[in-house]
């Protein structure tokens, strides 16, 4: 009998996943005019509905996700679910989503939103029904029809939370179409969904392979970067709060949020104080050698988590790598000397393991969260904990991380469920994480406003003198007709203007524009140097860091990147350095 051909197995289902997507992208688009003629009234029936539906769902949807992928904790999903149904339902349910949102009295303006169309949204393994959860909720509230496609490891659960949601917004009078998901999920079907000209903004959550593929596709997209969120503990903080608020954070549904905790970073002053809290918490601090051998394990060749290990506990974790640790051993500890490729267990985890860090005061401890973050969490969060308000202040005006938990768990702290912030399991990363926004994604960013702009002041007509002019040409006006200034005394005038700004013309050049006077400094090059010099093929300095913008600089301009054995890369900058071969080893190992 001949053996079955995988090869054309696997096309089969490609084909049908494309043709699913294609027609899935259609039927939206069926349903998106009908959807915006909805009232508010209407809208907020549908979402409510919704939401009502899938809350007493909770718990067997939260199982149902841990079975089939295998990652986390059934009660914490319970809570993520919930969260998804109550928290952010309560608020969004009293924003206005349809016609006037506002009005600018003082400016004359009335703003009217407008849906942005149909969603594409990308749901992830890790948090599958309440990520399923959220993104409906907010698509349906800006009256945008959604098509989900489920992680092809959790789409059983994720297709039976959007069963939930699909019927009840039914029942509340949603226009057929509103809510589609795919069932034939192949990588080539997702990709082909993001691209169908009938969806106009994609909602991206997931690794970075599909985060860029999200961005490549040619549509607005919403993507989330990697965590690999540092604690920083100041000298001032309250030490056991702090050790309670790391533990609560890392072992959260077994440290699968892009917002949980990774690395801790004490102050000298207060180190031995909060290891000893933290070990009461459950933490067991690893050894050298443990450490060693539980990088192996937990860090691929390629700088990632290994999905073996993904969202277990800790004890599950050392049993595997053979490490014997205390009964209720809740996280594992490894002290590092540094971050970066040579030290494996500073990247994001995904699972209850922390790096740790002792500094010698805040400044110190202000540069290695920064090392942190490059190395794979720019933008996204950290949290510091201090009682010292101008510490504190200084974190947030240094920190690449648009969202800086002061006192509070980060997991929790991020996504709005102890802090003041947007509640969302969307948290955009900006400019640093390559994101288009920084905010925590909500219904507002679904929508487009138009406004209504009245005239505050009349545009002036074609002849009418200026008020300069009129000033000029009335009775005993000190200010000179142009036709009486020579061209040498307008020059000398201009000439002191500039001077005056800090500009001066190049010396013995009168036929070139004033420059600034600062660069004309030794430092500075000049115009010719700038002009005849060429990147270099093989600079002499090693870089200190690497992120993906350097190495897309780095691209434009033609030149390689010097790696020495110290340099930090992030995952994304490798990934995209070595393809690009940009990246020139100092002779170190690998």
């Given at each position: 009998?001949?053996?079955?051909?995988?090869?054309?197995?696997?096309?089969?289902?490609?084909?049908?996943?494309?043709?699913?997507?294609?027609?899935?992208?259609?039927?939206?688009?069926?349903?998106?005019?009908?959807?915006?003629?909805?009232?508010?009234?209407?809208?907020?029936?549908?979402?409510?509905?919704?939401?009502?539906?899938?809350?007493?769902?909770?718990?067997?949807?939260?199982?149902?996700?841990?079975?089939?992928?295998?990652?986390?904790?059934?009660?914490?999903?319970?809570?993520?679910?919930?969260?998804?149904?109550?928290?952010?339902?309560?608020?969004?349910?009293?924003?206005?989503?349809?016609?006037?949102?506002?009005?600018?009295?003082?400016?004359?303006?009335?703003?009217?939103?407008?849906?942005?169309?149909?969603?594409?949204?990308?749901?992830?393994?890790?948090?599958?029904?309440?990520?399923?959860?959220?993104?409906?909720?907010?698509?349906?509230?800006?009256?945008?029809?959604?098509?989900?496609?489920?992680?092809?490891?959790?789409?059983?659960?994720?297709?039976?939370?959007?069963?939930?949601?699909?019927?009840?917004?039914?029942?509340?009078?949603?226009?057929?179409?509103?809510?589609?998901?795919?069932?034939?999920?192949?990588?080539?079907?997702?990709?082909?969904?993001?691209?169908?000209?009938?969806?106009?903004?994609?909602?991206?959550?997931?690794?970075?392979?599909?985060?860029?593929?999200?961005?490549?596709?040619?549509?607005?997209?919403?993507?989330?970067?990697?965590?690999?969120?540092?604690?920083?503990?100041?000298?001032?903080?309250?030490?056991?709060?702090?050790?309670?608020?790391?533990?609560?954070?890392?072992?959260?549904?077994?440290?699968?949020?892009?917002?949980?905790?990774?690395?801790?970073?004490?102050?000298?002053?207060?180190?031995?104080?909060?290891?000893?809290?933290?070990?009461?918490?459950?933490?067991?601090?690893?050894?050298?050698?443990?450490?060693?051998?539980?990088?192996?394990?937990?860090?691929?060749?390629?700088?990632?988590?290994?999905?073996?290990?993904?969202?277990?506990?800790?004890?599950?974790?050392?049993?595997?790598?053979?490490?014997?640790?205390?009964?209720?051993?809740?996280?594992?500890?490894?002290?590092?000397?540094?971050?970066?490729?040579?030290?494996?267990?500073?990247?994001?985890?995904?699972?209850?393991?922390?790096?740790?860090?002792?500094?010698?005061?805040?400044?110190?401890?202000?540069?290695?969260?920064?090392?942190i973050l490059r190395y794979g969490g720019m933008g996204h969060t950290m949290s510091i904990h201090s009682r010292?308000?101008?510490?504190?202040?200084?974190?947030?005006?240094?920190?690449?991380?648009?969202?800086?938990?002061?006192?509070?768990?980060?997991?929790?702290?991020?996504?709005?469920?102890?802090?003041?912030?947007?509640?969302?399991?969307?948290?955009?990363?900006?400019?640093?994480?390559?994101?288009?926004?920084?905010?925590?994604?909500?219904?507002?960013?679904?929508?487009?406003?138009?406004?209504?702009?009245?005239?505050?002041?009349?545009?002036?007509?074609?002849?009418?003198?200026?008020?300069?002019?009129?000033?000029?040409?009335?009775?005993?006006?000190?200010?000179?007709?142009?036709?009486?200034?020579?061209?040498?005394?307008?020059?000398?005038?201009?000439?002191?203007?500039?001077?005056?700004?800090?500009?001066?013309?190049?010396?013995?050049?009168?036929?070139?524009?004033?420059?600034?006077?600062?660069?004309?400094?030794?430092?500075?090059?000049?115009?010719?140097?700038?002009?005849?010099?060429?990147?270099?093929?093989?600079?002499?300095?090693?870089?200190?860091?690497?992120?993906?913008?350097?190495?897309?600089?780095?691209?434009?301009?033609?030149?390689?990147?010097?790696?020495?054995?110290?340099?930090?890369?992030?995952?994304?900058?490798?990934?995209?350095?070595?393809?690009?071969?940009?990246?020139?080893?100092?002779?170190?190992?690998?």
């Open positions: 009998m001949a053996a079955p051909d995988l090869s054309a197995a696997g096309s089969d289902r490609d084909l049908a996943s494309v043709a699913e997507a294609r027609a899935l992208a259609r039927r939206a688009k069926t349903a998106q005019a009908p959807l915006a003629e909805l009232s508010q009234e209407q809208i907020d029936a549908i979402v409510g509905a919704m939401a009502s539906a899938v809350r007493p769902h909770a718990e067997s949807l939260a199982r149902m996700a841990v079975e089939e992928t295998g990652y986390g904790v059934v009660a914490d999903k319970v809570q993520k679910n919930l969260f998804a149904s109550t928290r952010v339902y309560e608020f969004i349910a009293p924003m206005r989503t349809v016609g006037v949102v506002r009005r600018l009295e003082d400016r004359k303006i009335i703003e009217i939103a407008e849906p942005f169309g149909v969603v594409a949204a990308i749901v992830p393994s890790t948090n599958p029904t309440s990520t399923a959860i959220y993104k409906a909720l907010i698509a349906l509230k800006a009256r945008c029809p959604i098509v989900i496609s489920p992680h092809p490891s959790a789409a059983r659960s994720i297709t039976r939370t959007v069963e939930i949601l699909a019927e009840a917004a039914a029942r509340a009078g949603a226009p057929e179409g509103s809510i589609g998901w795919m069932t034939q999920v192949t990588l080539e079907g997702t990709q082909e969904l993001m691209r169908q000209r009938e969806v106009a903004v994609i909602l991206a959550t997931g690794g970075m392979g599909l985060v860029r593929a999200a961005y490549s596709a040619g549509k607005p997209a919403y993507g989330v970067g990697p965590g690999n969120a540092p604690c920083y503990v100041e000298a001032s903080a309250d030490v056991a709060k702090a050790a309670s608020d790391i533990i609560t954070g890392k072992t959260f549904d077994n440290g699968v949020l892009c917002s949980s905790p990774n690395s801790v970073v004490a102050d000298q002053a207060i180190a031995e104080a909060l290891r000893q809290a933290l070990v009461a918490k459950g933490a067991y601090f690893l050894s050298d050698a443990e450490s060693d051998q539980l990088a192996r394990a937990l860090v691929t060749p390629q700088r990632l988590p290994n999905p073996a290990f993904v969202g277990k506990s800790a004890r599950f974790i050392a049993e595997q790598v053979g490490i014997r640790v205390p009964d209720g051993t809740r996280a594992l500890i490894a002290p590092l000397k540094g971050v970066g490729r040579e030290f494996p267990l500073s990247i994001e985890k995904l699972a209850p393991v922390l790096s740790w860090y002792t500094v010698s005061d805040w400044r110190e401890g202000c540069e290695r969260c920064i090392q010292n308000e101008e510490v504190i202040l200084q974190f947030g005006l240094k920190k690449p991380a648009f969202r800086i938990c002061v006192n509070t768990p980060t997991t929790h702290g991020s996504i709005g469920l102890t802090t003041g912030l947007d509640p969302a399991l969307t948290l955009g990363c900006g400019g640093w994480g390559g994101n288009i926004t920084s905010d925590n994604i909500s219904p507002r960013h679904l929508l487009n406003i138009k406004r209504l702009a009245y005239e505050l002041r009349p545009a002036s007509q074609a002849g009418t003198p200026s008020a300069a002019a009129m000033a000029a040409a009335s009775p005993g006006s000190t200010m000179s007709h142009p036709k009486d200034i020579s061209a040498q005394t307008l020059a000398d005038r201009i000439d002191q203007f500039l001077a005056s700004r800090g500009f001066r013309p190049e010396a013995g050049r009168s036929d070139v524009p004033a420059v600034p006077a600062s660069s004309t400094s030794p430092t500075a090059p000049s115009p010719s140097a700038a002009s005849t010099s060429l990147p270099q093929a093989s600079p002499e300095v090693p870089a200190e860091f690497v992120c993906e913008d350097d190495v897309r600089a780095a691209i434009r301009a033609g030149r390689r990147i010097l790696l020495g054995e110290r340099t930090i890369v992030t995952p994304s900058a490798r990934e995209l350095g070595d393809g690009a071969k940009v990246f020139v080893d100092a002779g170190w190992p690998r």
